[in-house]
């Protein structure tokens, strides 16, 4: 079964053999072409002779599993595969913009560099959990870009889906990952969290902010155990450029409970793209690494801890939406405003761990200058501001999960969808004001956010309101 | 080649009548009825009927304990009473052509890489369970098939075994397609179609698509109260058509 007639010029599945790209451990990768095919390929050729090397074969079969369905900007797309017992390979677009490990090797990086491939990286594992898999290997090895800038997660040979067998699950006695970017619960063998992926991704962002690797690159169990007690040095120790809020960020991520990270990979997204919305804790102001008291403490944690209980990726993300109220604040919409409030505190109250962005929109106009301020000079922005505030302060949701964005726009639909599409928002609840023939005939802008949403939209009305007779032409709300 | 398994139809017309309309989605091409086609359920005569005439057709069809108890001369000992009283019940509902159909079915059916057989493949006779992955084991350790599809248990489960010889359990989601890797041996154990034990009342059947390597379980939603009135109108337990509705 081993691949050793492969050379450039040969055939294999219908594809012709250009030249070797890769050869690792585990598999070869070949530049291959079709002729129906116009964007390029490549083929992963795992390597293993005679079935005897069953890391290689069961991470082959584990991405034949996997590869074939997913979908999306953020995979290869999977083109054809052939298994054991003829000779086995993956085809599958070839990603040309190179892996982030080239970037790891400029690092220290600046902040701005940092958030912005993070958040790249989060979004494309935001996309993979979504679609019901757990990468569990993320490394820079396995991050590449698309010209546009968007990640494409790579290898996923280690991976779990969540509505499949895990072949890996009793395979080995040993916990399967890179040594350098495994999360503590991998350590203890557990395979069903998507906030390891979030760990690992902590590692990357260490890595590019500081140069250095957190937890080191450990060989055997007890150095991989390290992690589960021993805290990373802060990075503004390593690197003063990085500001508080990256740290924060980054140690957040790198906590040994889950559940002290971000919810999702999507929280930790919107999180890097906003870094003025991000609560700091005691983690921001951190100059040096635990005293050994707390590392010990938490070594006995580590011995007391049992198996950490198997969750669903799917079911954890449904627990963790970025919701988005998108309210009204002008004066006279005090009723719906508040009827928006409580449409928001209801499913709060289910959602126990879902994150809140309140938007508004300040109408600009489409010809003529916007001078930002009202009659008596005050700045419109922060007046606007300060209003969402006040609206949802009677939600009293804890500041790290909450957050607030004026809009400045022309059109108050196109933007709040803008907003939801990339912030990935995944409810947004909005108020209709009650119906009206003028309404009925301009359309509204809660029926045009229905129209164009990427996600779920819940229209909320006062009931039984009189039909208040106001033009439609500044607020954003109308009949859903 | 396209199959559709149906295992443990237990006399439940309704259940079976909403999977066979499910599965005309498909384009199935052929039909595996996996043992315990009576018993419980009220309509044992017009369930063996639909078997038989997809068996002249070329179905798959092998024996489950309900179905060889109906020919029995002395109660089976291992049955509960409810199920001693229904399988008594049935052999008085049923012509002799139907109950000869039965007595005929093999206890397994082998061809190629893949074994069908009810309850397991280490003695099929005897109708012991696949309920954990130490049976899971045997039963593959019994069958140089590749594949074994069995019922019997009333739970849907997946078992594979790797070239490490780790069998490793797995709780199929309904609708969704699982690649039974070609390295690999699987042991599918199929849901039930007219009495499900899994807390979900829906009727399960299984197609697996020989081409694709894919196997898919389904959740089919069938008329509970009927064939729950049915069970109390024809004099059998109660408690045969209420825990229909609770999936039980």
């Known amino acids: ?480 | 080649m396209r199959t559709a398994f149906f295992a443990d139809i237990h006399a439940n017309r309704e259940a079976l009548e909403a999977c066979l309309s499910h599965a005309e989605l498909y384009d199935i091409n052929r039909y595996a009825f996996l043992g315990d086609l009576i018993g419980y359920g009220a309509d044992p005569g017009w369930v063996l009927d639909v078997v038989r005439d997809h068996h002249e057709r070329g179905a798959i069809a092998v024996l489950g304990n309900h179905d060889e108890a109906v020919s029995l001369p002395i109660p089976n000992k291992t049955m509960s009473n409810e199920a001693q009283y229904a399988v008594d019940w049935t052999r008085s509902r049923i012509t002799t052509a139907q109950t000869q159909f039965m007595e005929k079915l093999p206890l397994t059916v082998e061809e190629s890489d893949s074994l069908y057989v009810h309850a397991n493949a280490w003695a099929p006779g005897d109708w012991e369970y696949v309920v954990s992955v130490t049976e899971a084991k045997q039963s593959l350790a019994a069958t140089l098939c590749r594949l074994t599809f069995c019922g019997h248990l009333h739970h849907p489960a997946l078992y594979n075994q790797g070239i490490a010889d780790h069998v490793v359990p797995f709780t199929p989601v309904p609708g969704v397609d699982i690649p039974l890797v070609p390295n690999r041996r699987w042991l599918v154990v199929l849901g039930s179609v007219g009495q499900p034990r899994d807390r979900n009342p829906a009727a399960c059947y299984t197609l697996y698509d020989s081409v694709r390597n894919m196997l898919t379980y389904f959740r089919v939603p069938f008329d509970v109260e009927a064939a729950a009135r049915k069970i109390r109108a024809a004099g059998l337990p109660d408690w045969l058509g209420a825990r229909l509705a609770m999936g039980v």
């Open chain 1, 1 to 480: 079964m081993a691949a050793e007639y492969l050379a450039p010029g040969s055939a294999l599945g219908g594809f012709k053999i250009e030249k070797l790209v890769y050869t690792g451990g585990m598999s070869t990768i070949w530049s291959v072409t079709r002729e129906d095919m116009t964007i390029p390929l490549v083929m992963k050729v795992p390597r293993c002779k005679n079935g005897d090397d069953p890391s290689s074969v069961v991470g082959f079969e584990v991405e034949l599993m996997i590869l074939p369905k997913l979908t999306g900007r953020h995979v290869p797309r999977f083109i054809k595969a052939a298994d054991f017992p003829h000779q086995p390979f993956i085809v599958m677009e070839d990603i040309p913009g190179g892996s982030l490990d080239e970037q790891r090797t400029e690092a220290p990086l600046p902040p701005d560099a940092v958030a912005t491939i993070g958040a790249q990286v989060a979004l494309a594992l935001h996309d993979l959990h979504r679609q019901y898999v757990l990468h569990l290997d993320v490394t820079p090895a396995n991050i590449l870009f698309r010209k546009s800038g968007e990640a494409v997660l790579i290898d996923f040979g280690l991976s779990r889906h969540d509505q499949l067998p895990d072949l890996m699950a009793e395979e080995y006695q040993l916990p399967m990952g890179t040594a350098a970017y495994i999360s503590p619960e991998q350590v203890l063998r557990v395979r069903s969290d998507p906030r390891s992926d979030l760990f690992s991704l902590g590692v990357i962002l260490y890595q590019l902010t500081t140069g250095e690797l957190p937890f080191g690159d450990p060989r055997g169990m007890a150095g991989l155990a390290m992690r589960l007690y021993h805290e990373p040095s802060p990075p503004r120790a390593l690197n003063k450029e990085c500001p508080p809020w990256l740290q924060e960020i980054i140690l957040r991520c790198l906590e040994v409970d889950p559940e002290q990270r971000y919810g999702s990979a999507a929280q930790l997204a919107f999180a890097l793209q906003n870094p003025d919305q991000v609560a700091l804790t005691s983690r921001a102001d951190r100059v040096k690494r635990a005293d050994l008291w707390t590392g010990f403490k938490r070594w006995l944690k580590y011995q007391k801890s049992g198996p950490i209980a198997a969750g669903s990726v799917a079911r954890h993300l449904d627990t963790v939406p970025i919701i988005m109220a998108a309210v009204d604040i002008q004066p006279g919409m005090e009723a719906l405003s508040d009827t928006l409030r409580q449409a928001v505190q209801r499913i709060f109250k289910t959602e126990q761990n879902a994150r809140l962005t309140c938007v508004t929109v300040r109408k600009t106009p489409l010809v003529g200058l916007d001078l930002g301020v009202d009659s008596k000079g005050r700045n419109l922005h922060i007046q606007s501001l300060v209003s969402l505030k006040h609206w949802a302060r009677a939600l009293e949701i804890p500041e790290d999960r909450i957050s607030f964005h004026v809009l400045e726009a022309p059109d108050p639909a196109a933007a709040l969808v803008a907003y939801a599409k990339s912030n990935q928002v995944e409810h947004i609840v909005i108020g209709a004001r009650s119906s009206s023939t003028l309404r009925r005939f301009l359309g509204s802008v809660s029926s045009q956010v229905v129209a164009q949403a990427p996600c779920s939209v819940t229209v909320v009305r006062v009931p039984h309101a009189d039909d208040i007779m106001r033009s439609d032409a500044t607020g954003y709300a109308g009949h859903g």
